[in-house]
């Protein structure tokens, strides 16, 4: 069975204190695995797409990679506004769907 | 930046009530889907739509359910008769292309919070 997992659950950090969050995932016919970040009570907002293992997206502090079974969003020198929950997403060939993790709860503290 | 946009951004309704939430997906996206987040839990795919009809749904999805492109703008979701597990929110998405093409992105809408009482 498909499944996305994310790690760790909630993760608190210090302003400017750098980290990893990690996305595990077994999916047969990945295409895609996407990284999303939301804020409370709203929707989804995207951010990266990888499709292939080595791949390696940035986008100000965040740089997403992703290898053969999980991807990693690493956070360099974290602001506050940082604060947000993280969701991890893997598309599949043939499917018109994408499956989403649990999320990971970031909290950064000034 | 374009947007998905929804209403009515947040719902109280009667359980066994009727219940319709539109969106309106980015104006050269030919892929719609309904998600849905259960308060603390992870989001769920509920139905992806294209070229006027289904082309996928999950087991949620269920005949309670039923979604309709009623113009050229709107794509909306039917609840038939609600039940309190129909608390969530409901996002709309919609995408250019097909999610396993390359370079396709999906985006979704603030959400529609609905709370059946």
């Known amino acids: 069975e498909d499944q996305v997992t994310q790690s760790p659950e909630a993760l608190r950090l210090q302003e400017g204190e750098s980290s990893s969050l990690n996305c595990s995932y077994t999916v047969s016919g990945l295409r895609g695995l996407f990284w999303y970040r939301q804020d409370p009570g709203k929707g989804p907002e995207f951010l990266f797409t990888?499709?292939?293992a080595g791949e390696e997206k940035e986008k100000e502090r965040l740089k997403a990679t992703l290898t053969k079974k999980e991807s990693f969003l690493h956070i360099t020198a974290p602001k506050p506004e940082d604060s947000a929950t993280y969701l991890c997403?893997?598309?599949?060939?043939?499917?018109?769907?994408?499956?989403f993790g649990p999320g990971t709860s970031l909290s950064v503290i000034p | 930046e374009p947007e998905v946009t929804q209403t009515p951004s947040h719902q109280v309704t009667q359980m066994g009530q009727e219940v319709i939430l539109r969106c309106v997906p980015i104006s050269n996206h030919l892929y719609f889907y309904w998600y849905r987040q259960i308060l603390g839990q992870k989001v769920e795919f509920l139905v992806s739509?294209?070229?006027?009809?289904?082309?996928?749904k999950s087991e949620i999805f269920d005949d309670q359910f039923s979604v309709e492109r009623p113009d050229g703008s709107n794509f909306t979701l039917k609840i038939r008769s609600t039940k309190l597990e129909d608390s969530a929110m409901y996002f709309c998405a919609s995408s250019r292309d097909r999610v396993y093409s390359s370079g396709n992105t999906i985006y979704f809408g603030e959400g529609s919070w609905l709370t059946v009482v």
């Open positions: 997403a893997v598309g599949k060939t043939s499917y018109d769907k994408v499956i």
């Open positions: 990888l499709y292939s």
């Open positions: 739509f294209y070229n006027n009809e289904i082309s996928e």
